[in-house]
Every structure is written in C-alpha cells, then in structure tokens.
C-alpha cells in the first residue's frame, strides 16, 4: 500500500464518535474489520477532499464519498466484516438495509433537522458551534433546507395541512420498524451471530443517534428506550469500539473553555479585522460625503465643495 | 392514511363482506400504461387471485389523477376507493382475508425487510430506466405516457413527469448514477431474493403478503406484455441466471393470473 486510507468524518458530539449518521455508520465498520485508516475529525465539510463528508481517500488517491462506496472499497481491501455471512443472511443484510432507509431515515431526519425545537436547541446549537467562521453561518441551515428538500421528496408529494398527520404516519412507522428490528435482534449480541457485520454499523448508527442525543422533543427515545435488547446493543457496541470517546465527553463539558482557547488566535484575529472593516467603511462616507475632505493644493475648493453639499442637502429637503 | 381515517376505515372495511362488483383502476394497458405502474397492478392482481376474492380490471386513461394518493392502481370496493398495495393489503386484512397469519414475528419482520427491498431497490431502477435513461425516454415512455391525450398538453405532462422523477432520483443519490451501476444493484438484489427463495415455491414456503410484490416485478422484468425498450431486455439477460426466483415467478404467473 503505498499510503494509508484516510477517512475525513463529522467529529463527535453528544456521547458519540460521530454525530452525522454516515460518519458514524462508516466509523464503527472501520473498528469492526480492524482497518488501518487515518481519521481525521473535522467540523468544515470544504476542507475534505470531496467538499462532502464522510470521505475517503484510498491509498491510490482516488476519493470516494458515498457510505456504501466506502465501505465497499473496504471489503475490495480485504478488510470484510461480511465474510463469514451466508448468502442468505447476506440478502437480508441488503433487506433490511432497505428497511431503515424506507422507515428510519425520514423520521431521523425528521427529528434532528424538521422538528423546530430539536433543530434549534441542539443540531443547530452544535453545529453552528463546531464549524468555524464564517461559514457556520450559513452552513446549518444550507444543510437544514438540503435535508428538508430530501424528507419532502422521500414521503412524496402531501400539503401542508396534513403535515402533521405525515408526522403522526412517519414516526407510526418508525416504531414499528425499531420493534421490528428488536424482535430480529432478540437476545443476540449481534444481528447475524456474535460477529459484527455491516448491517450492525448501519444499525448502530441509527439507532446511537436516537438514544445518545439529548432531544427536547424525543418522541421516538422514548419508544427505543422501551426496547431493551436494542439499548443494551448500542451500549454494548460503544464500549467495545469506542472506549475513549466516551471520556471525550465529560473533558468537553468540564473545559468548556477549551474549544474556546483554541479559537483564541483566530478570535483575535477576527476582532482586530473586524474593527479594521468597520474604520475603513466610516472613513470611506466620511470621505466620499464630504464631511472629512483632504487639504490638497488648492485649499479654496474645500469650503466651496462644502457649501455646495449643503445646497443639495437643502435642495434634497 | 391517517390513523384515524385508518381505524374508521378498517372498521367500515370489516361490517361488509367483499362485494362481486370490486373493480381494479390502471391505466390503458395497450398504450398508456408503464413498466412501474404495470408492476403495482399486477401485484394488487396478483394479491387478491391469492386470497380468492374476485376483482375485475378497469382500465382509464386519468387512472392516475381518479385515484385518492395519485398512484395507480386503486381498487373500488363497495363505496370505498382504496390505493397502492400496502394500504390495499390492510384494507383486506380488515375484511378478515390474511395471507400472513402463519407468519411469526421474525418471519414478519424479514417479509416487511424483503418488499422494502423490492421497492426501494427494483421499482427505483425501473422507475430510473423509465425517466432518466434517454434512449428509452425518447422511443417509448414519452410516447406511452402522454398518448392519451392531444398535443401539446402530452408533451407537457410527459416532461412534467419526468422533471419529477429526476428530482426524486436526484433526492435519495441515484441522481449521479449510470445505468451500468443501476443495472448492478439491480442484479445485486436479483441475487439476494433468489437467495432468499432457495428452492420453495413461495418466499416463506406457502403464500404470503410479500409474494405478489416481489414476484410481479420478476415477472414484469422476465415476459413484458408490452414492447420492452432496449435497456430492459438488457436487464433481463441478468435475470436468467437466477433460475430458482424466476421459476417462481412463472408458476406464480401461471396460477394466479388467468384472465
């Protein structure tokens, strides 16, 4: 190999490694098969090689960007969590694969970006946090009307009045699909045995996603908190595979201070460019209004180009 | 539907027993219909041959604007107008006609697995082949679609229709793709529901809800009754290989289907 892969993914938040599902998704099959890859935690989407993330560059250079992709160009590196899979247990892999994308991604996307309180107090509230200036600006709610264009055109085509019976449908359907998967589970450790394989990392991403996130409005939390043989599988899968992010979390929040020194040069430099802004944009009226004009050769024209904007001013009134 | 029209509905569904006059709404099948649509007819057909209740098939060319969700087909039970297979299914259930009642919770929950599959991954390729492939776009879906009606409002609809799909497709990341890798996943998910089916008659080894769906796309893909644009017959050529599913979906065709 001439260089390692390198994956560019979300960074953590909120009690996980990851907190977009992609990321997460591909991450924990990175730790299932053991790969050797670089991974770099990023908050600015433009510094990855493909402008999205997660993203993959191959030991050859190539990038790849698409979840299923990557994890396909892992397999192809010989790193396969599916190998000891029948064939059967392969097509229900691809089964239910479909399954969460039908039921489950409508309604986390519903949930983390739609419902306006959770989209408020804790997407945006992190997002807007991690990613730098300027483009956390604008970057959240780009990536907010994206993922509303997405549910709009997943669900088809309903009106506004019936959204919240949509709503109602949606996360109906949600909770079936979660008992669903509960009853597939049972009282295994993983879905195909006692060995991960990628419908687990899929699964895993989902479902952290909905219970580590402290929502205001969680109506599906509740509902997965009630099936415990899938909260068991993510606490289990998090503290086999993610031992230290955990520990993240409790620095995070007692050194709040932390991501804020870290931000000390470039807030220092965003103060002094600002007040910089600000001065040239007062000096500039000044100038061009004529209130401030510079004393050249012929200082007899400055008090006549003086009277004459007050003449207009009066005219203007 | 919601869950309240939903209780109401099954409620009215379940006093009255199912009447001889039920009558199935597609579009026009010699000129209008496409390979989607026809798919889903043939499965709601498919579904009710199953469960022995008769059904006659009505075809019109505003098929899809009678029906209440804008998707073909509906049924029209009684005083009661029921679209798409899933609701049509909870619709018979109500009247006391189940095919999964053997069926125990994890058989349930692959059966749901499995048609998701189907319709996540089959219907979007069929769907993609329709709309986005060009070559079929120009010779047949165009000229299919818009038929029934006089210029230039068939152009309209037609392009119409198109725009909404790419749009669709564009949505769940199939936007960027090339039939290459469309026809792949295609062959991919043949292989797992051949996998699936082994050598049984019937996905869980006597007839259930998730028959219908999974074997009329088989069929629809393996013998068109309608000329098939050039990429499909190229898909076909992937399906024969996997002989256990398409055998089944022949004696399928072949049972259910008498007309």
Redesign the interface.
């Known amino acids: 190999m001439a260089a390692p892969m390198e994956l560019y993914c979300w960074s953590g938040g909120w009690g996980l490694p990851s907190v977009d599902l992609d990321s997460l998704a591909v991450l924990t099959y990175a730790r299932f098969t053991g790969a050797p890859l670089k991974v770099h935690k990023i908050t600015n989407p433009w510094q990855s090689p493909s402008g999205t993330l997660p993203a993959l560059r191959t030991s050859h250079g190539e990038v790849i960007s698409?979840p299923h992709k990557i994890i396909t160009h892992l397999r192809k590196e010989k790193y396969n969590a599916d190998y000891d899979l029948s064939?059967?247990q392969?097509?229900?892999t691809?089964?239910?694969m479909?399954?969460l994308?039908?039921?489950l991604l409508p309604v986390l996307i519903h949930t983390f970006w739609v419902d306006t309180k959770n989209y408020v107090e804790v997407t945006r509230k992190w997002y807007a946090e991690a990613i730098p200036f300027p483009l956390n600006f604008f970057l959240p709610g780009r990536m907010q009307r994206q993922f509303m264009?997405?549910l709009q055109?997943?669900c088809?085509?309903h009106s506004p009045e019936?959204e919240e019976?949509l709503e109602?449908?949606l996360y109906?359907e949600a909770r079936e699909c979660l008992t669903?998967?509960s009853?597939?589970l049972?009282s295994q450790k993983f879905f195909f045995g006692d060995a991960p394989a990628s419908l687990d990392a899929f699964v895993f991403g989902y479902l952290a996603l909905l219970l580590q996130a402290k929502l205001p409005s969680g109506k599906l939390q509740a509902h997965l908190r009630g099936l415990q043989n899938l909260c068991a599988y993510c606490t289990h899968i998090l503290s086999l595979y993610f031992p230290w992010d955990g520990a993240d979390v409790p620095l995070a929040r007692q050194t709040p201070v932390g991501p804020e020194t870290e931000e000390e040069p470039y807030r220092r430099r965003n103060q002094i460019l600002s007040v910089l802004a600000g001065l040239a944009a007062m000096v500039g009226y000044a100038l061009l209004s004529g209130i401030v004009s510079i004393q050249r050769a012929t200082p007899a024209r400055a008090p006549s180009t003086q009277s004459l904007s007050i003449a207009e001013e009066d005219e203007d009134e | 539907?919601?869950?309240v029209a939903e209780a109401f509905v099954s409620q009215i569904a379940a006093a009255e027993p199912w009447p001889e006059n039920a009558t199935l709404y597609q579009q026009l099948k010699g000129e209008q219909i496409l390979l989607s649509d026809n798919a889903a007819s043939l499965a709601v057909q498919a579904f009710l041959q199953m469960c022995n209740l008769p059904i006659k098939v009505v075809c019109r060319a505003n098929a899809e604007y009678m029906s209440p969700s804008?998707k073909v087909p509906f049924i029209h039970v009684g005083n009661q107008v029921v679209s798409e297979l899933g609701p049509i299914v909870q619709f018979v259930k109500a009247k006391g006609h189940s095919l999964s009642d053997g069926l125990d919770?994890?058989q349930?929950?692959?059966m749901?697995?499995?048609m998701?599959?189907v319709?996540?991954?089959l219907l979007t390729a069929e769907l993609y082949l329709q709309w986005c492939d060009e070559a079929t776009v120009g010779e047949i879906t165009h000229a299919r679609y818009g038929s029934p009606y006089p210029w230039p409002l068939n152009h309209i609809l037609a392009y119409q229709k198109q725009w909404e799909v790419k749009?669709?497709m564009k949505?769940?990341?199939w936007g960027n793709k090339t039939l290459d890798q469309v026809l792949e996943d295609v062959d991919?998910?043949c292989?797992?529901?051949s996998?699936?089916l082994?050598t049984q008659p019937y996905f869980f080894n006597k007839q259930s809800d998730g028959d219908p769906d999974r074997n009329k796309t088989g069929r629809q893909i393996l013998t068109p009754e309608r000329p098939a644009p050039p990429r499909v017959s190229q898909a076909i050529s992937l399906q024969m290989p996997h002989t256990p599913w398409s055998a089944a979906c022949g004696t399928d065709e072949v049972l259910a289907i008498r007309k």
């Open positions: 698409v064939a059967r392969g097509a229900d691809l089964a239910f479909s399954l994308e039908e039921k264009e997405r055109l997943l088809g085509e019936n019976e109602k449908e109906q669903l998967l009853q597939r049972g | 539907m919601s869950l804008g919770e994890v349930k929950a692959e749901k697995a499995y998701e599959l319709n996540n991954m749009r669709k949505a769940i990341g991919q998910c292989q797992a529901l996998q699936r082994g």
